[in-house]
């Protein structure tokens, strides 16, 4: 469709006009602007360049979507007029270089979404004016920087400046937006530094910092973030965390996956009694764990998957009564694992996938709340051998308690891995039977199964495998 036909401009009650993916539509008719009674007009994926100034006549209009508007280049001055307007969507508006001073005077917009805009290189200070706003999408743009009349938007609770790979600093006035909820900094690889107002922000409670990799440290003044509960820094270059980062009490999540550089982490951390959940995955340098973390009997989820420094446990890693989740995966130079291993008895969920170098299981008889174990092909290897031929992770732990009992530890030195069996083996509620001396798989009301790391996923058993 090329055009619109001229009746519509005579549905003056009409409050939803649809006219997404219209890609043959490049302008719009003036009498768009009889439509006074439009409250939702959807022009996303339209061939626009621009809109007629009788637009500004819909001062009802409460939502308006112009994304994909590959050709749309500029607006016109008079969108200032839809007072009523509530909700801005111009994501990937790619030709869109600059906004109307107009806008400022939309003081009701609540969503404002210029989400990769690529050719939006700066920000007037008449974004200041927007004190309605609650969320702020940012993402993928080109900015070097805000500006600090930023600082005005006191109600926004949703900044997301993700990808700004040009993003070199962020104004002091961050520090005003003290309504934020959430602050997306993820990927701007060019940020160096924090502003020390961000400090100000106390009833912040995520902040995502991911892929921020010019920022080497964290400054002072985020022990003043004390409303924080999720901190995000995976795949920083961090080399230490900051000793205050033990005030953050109320810090729920720690993820710090992938920071190559973060060699230890500090005896503060155990002041962090709040937390849930700890992700040091791929710390390849990280090779222990400070003994305040033995402090954390409230920590649900520990993952120390990749962590290929990691030689052994420590042994006050019983205390940590609270754990559910254990994922030790490709932790290549763990040699063993210690006794106190059998006090975490409301263990779930262990993951020794990988995990080559491992020739005991001592403790393992105690984990009786266990629902998945992944065990490396030479663990498996051995249990098969050895006659253990079970259908949930409890008769595995089973099997073990009894071998304890005799042993004391359970040997994994006495079978060499087949060649057959590459991969890793799920158990479950209901797994599937490994039988290597048959050279077969059984399985037994089995769900579903995913057969080695990123592999595809089964919801039944193959055909030809019974």
């Not at 990769?116 to 200041?128: N, P, V, Y």
């Not at 795949?235 to 980062?245: F, G, T």
Request: proline share 5%; charged share 20%.
């Amino acid at each position: 469709m090329k055009e619109l036909p001229a009746f519509i401009g005579s549905l003056t009650g009409l409050q939803l006009l649809d006219l997404i993916a219209c890609r043959g539509l490049e302008e719009l008719p003036g009498w768009m602007g009889l439509l006074t009674g439009l409250q939702w007009l959807d022009l996303s994926f339209c061939k626009l360049e621009e809109l007629p100034a009788e637009i500004g006549l819909l001062t009802g209009l409460q939502t308006l979507f112009l994304s994909h508007c590959d050709g749309l280049k500029k607006l016109p001055d008079c969108i200032g007029s839809l007072t009523g307007l509530q909700t801005l969507h111009l994501s990937n508006c790619k030709r869109l270089v600059e906004l109307p001073e107009g806008m400022g005077l939309l003081t009701g917009l609540r969503t404002l979404d210029l989400s990769r805009c690529c050719g939006l290189e700066e920000l007037a200070g008449w974004m200041g004016l927007l004190t309605g706003l609650r969320l702020l999408d940012l993402s993928f743009c080109k900015l070097e920087e805000l500006p600090e009349e930023m600082g005005s938007l006191t109600g926004l609770q949703t900044l997301d400046l993700s990808d700004c790979w040009r993003m070199q600093k962020l104004p002091e006035s961050i520090g005003s937006l003290t309504g934020l909820q959430e602050l997306d900094l993820s990927a701007c690889a060019r940020l160096k530094e924090l502003p020390k107002g961000m400090g100000s922000l106390t009833g912040l409670p995520k902040l995502d910092l991911q892929a921020c990799v010019s920022l080497e440290e964290l400054p002072g003044c985020m022990a003043s973030l004390t409303g924080l509960e999720v901190l995000i820094l995976s795949e920083c270059n961090l080399k230490k965390l900051p000793d205050c980062i033990g005030s953050l009490t109320g810090l729920q999540a720690l993820l710090l996956s992938n920071c190559k550089r973060l060699v230890e982490l500090p005896e503060e951390m155990g002041s962090l009694t709040g937390l849930r959940t700890l992700d040091l995955s791929d710390c390849w340098r990280m090779q222990k764990l400070p003994e305040c973390i033995g402090s954390l009997t409230g920590l649900h989820e520990l993952n120390m998957s990749g962590c290929k420094g990691m030689k052994e446990l420590p042994g006050w890693i019983g205390s940590l009564t609270g754990l559910q989740t254990l994922d030790l995966s490709d932790c290549r130079s763990l040699k063993e694992l210690p006794e106190c291993i059998g006090s975490l008895t409301g263990l779930r969920s262990l993951n020794l996938s990988e995990c080559e170098g491992l020739a005991e299981l001592p403790g393992m008889g105690s984990l009786m709340g266990l629902q998945i174990l992944l065990l490396s092909t030479r663990s498996q290897s051995w249990l098969s051998a050895a006659g253990c031929d079970s259908r949930n992770p409890q008769e595995i732990v089973q099997f073990l308690e009894d071998r304890q009992r005799q042993k004391n530890k359970v040997p994994l030195m006495t079978w060499r891995p087949p060649s057959l069996l590459t991969g890793h083996t799920y158990v479950g509620a209901h797994p599937f039977r490994l039988d290597l001396a048959a050279s077969f798989f059984e399985f037994r009301r089995l769900g579903g199964f995913k057969a080695g790391r990123g592999g595809k996923t089964f919801l039944n058993a193959p055909s030809g495998v019974s």
